[in-house]
C-alpha cells in the first residue's frame, strides 16, 4: 500500500487553470475505481472553484492511461459489473461545466481512450498512440467508445479501430480529427496550459454555455441544437461579461470577464 495520490492536482491561479495528473505510473496509469473516483472528485472540487476556469487532464510520458484496470475486472460476473455499475462513475466527467483539456502522451488504450474523447478536447504528444483494444481481451469498448469514437473519425475507420485492435499514432489521430493539435513530446504540458490560459482569458459563462451547445451537436436533432444554441446566445446578454465584452471591443481595451 502506498500513500501516494492518484491524482496529482497543481493550481496556477494567476492563468486560472489546473492540472490533473494520473499518478500510477507503475500500472501506466490504468483506471481502477479509485482513479476514476479522485479524477471524479478532483474535476467535480475544480468545477465548483471561481479561482479556476479551465483544466488540463494528462498521464505522463509513457502513458495517459493504458485502460480500465483489466485486473479489477478479469473475474466479475455480469451481476458484479452491473451491481458495482462502475462506468456510471465515468458519467461525473460529462457534467463538468468548465472545459477540461486533455493532454496526452504515449498510451492512450480502451478507457483511456473513451476518457480523453469524453474531455473537451485532446492536444497530443507525438509519442501518442490512440486505440479502442478491447477486442484482444475479448470484449467491446464499454464506456462510450463505439460512439464516441464513431462520431469523431467516421464509421469506416472506427470499425478498423474497434474490430482490430490496432492503434493509430498521433499524427493519423490529427488527421483523422480525433486530437486538435500534436506537440513535440516535451512541450506537451506547457502547450496544453498555454492553450488552457489563453481560454482562461474568455468569460467563463460563455465557455461554458459554448461547450454546452457544442456538446448538443452530439444529443439533439439539428432543429432542436439550432434552437438551443439561439437561447443560450440570447441568455448571454443577461450577463455582465457580455457588455464588458462588447463594451472593450468598442473602446478598443481588452476585456476584464468576472464571470458575472
Ligand atoms: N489494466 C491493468 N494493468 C495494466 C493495464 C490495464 N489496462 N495496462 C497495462 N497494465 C500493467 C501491466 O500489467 C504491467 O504490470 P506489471 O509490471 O505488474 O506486469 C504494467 O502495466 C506495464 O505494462 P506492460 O508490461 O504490458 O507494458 P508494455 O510497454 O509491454 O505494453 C501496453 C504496454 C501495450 C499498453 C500493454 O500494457 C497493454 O496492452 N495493456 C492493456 C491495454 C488494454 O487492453 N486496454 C483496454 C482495457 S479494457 C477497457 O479499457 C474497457 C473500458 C470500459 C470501461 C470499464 C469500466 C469499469
Redesign the pocket.
Known amino acids: 500500500m502506498t500513500d501516494e495520490p492518484l491524482i496529482l492536482v497543481e493550481r496556477d491561479e494567476e492563468r486560472r487553470v489546473a492540472l490533473l495528473r494520473f499518478n500510477r505510473p507503475?500500472?501506466?496509469n490504468?483506471?481502477n475505481?479509485q482513479v476514476?473516483d479522485g479524477l471524479c472528485s478532483a474535476l467535480e472540487a475544480l468545477d465548483r472553484d471561481d479561482a479556476i476556469r479551465v483544466l488540463v487532464v494528462t498521464g505522463n510520458e509513457?502513458?495517459f492511461a493504458?485502460?480500465?484496470?483489466?485486473?479489477?475486472?478479469a473475474d466479475a460476473s455480469p451481476i458484479d459489473?452491473l451491481r458495482t455499475n462502475?462506468?456510471a462513475q465515468?458519467d461525473r466527467v460529462r457534467r463538468i461545466g468548465k472545459p477540461v483539456i486533455a493532454a496526452v502522451a504515449g498510451?492512450c488504450?480502451?478507457?483511456?481512450c473513451?476518457l480523453a474523447m469524453a474531455l473537451d478536447l485532446i492536444v497530443a504528444a507525438e509519442s501518442a498512440r490512440f486505440g479502442?483494444?478491447?477486442i484482444?481481451?475479448g470484449?467491446i469498448?464499454?464506456?462510450g467508445?463505439t460512439q464516441r469514437l464513431t462520431r469523431a473519425v467516421g464509421k469506416s475507420v472506427a470499425m478498423e479501430m474497434i474490430l482490430s485492435g490496432e492503434p493509430i499514432d498521433a499524427r493519423e489521430a490529427h488527421r483523422l480529427g480525433l486530437v486538435a493539435r500534436v506537440v513535440p513530446n516535451e512541450l506537451l504540458v506547457e502547450d496544453a496550459l498555454d492553450l488552457a490560459a489563453k481560454i482562461a482569458t474568455k468569460s467563463p459563462l460563455a465557455l461554458r454555455l459554448a461547450k454546452e451547445a457544442v456538446n448538443a451537436a452530439y444529443e439533439m436533432s439539428l432543429t432542436d441544437a439550432l434552437a438551443h444554441e439561439r437561447r443560450l446566445f440570447y441568455l448571454l446578454f443577461a450577463s455582465e461579461d457580455q457588455k464588458e465584452g462588447m463594451a472593450a471591443f468598442l473602446e478598443k481595451r481588452d476585456p476584464d470577464f468576472k464571470g458575472r
Do not use: F
Open positions: 507503475k500500472q501506466l490504468a483506471l475505481g476514476m509513457r502513458a493504458a485502460g480500465a484496470d483489466i485486473g479489477e475486472m459489473m462502475r462506468i465515468w498510451w488504450l480502451g478507457g483511456g473513451e479502442q483494444p478491447e484482444n481481451i470484449v469498448p464499454g464506456a467508445g
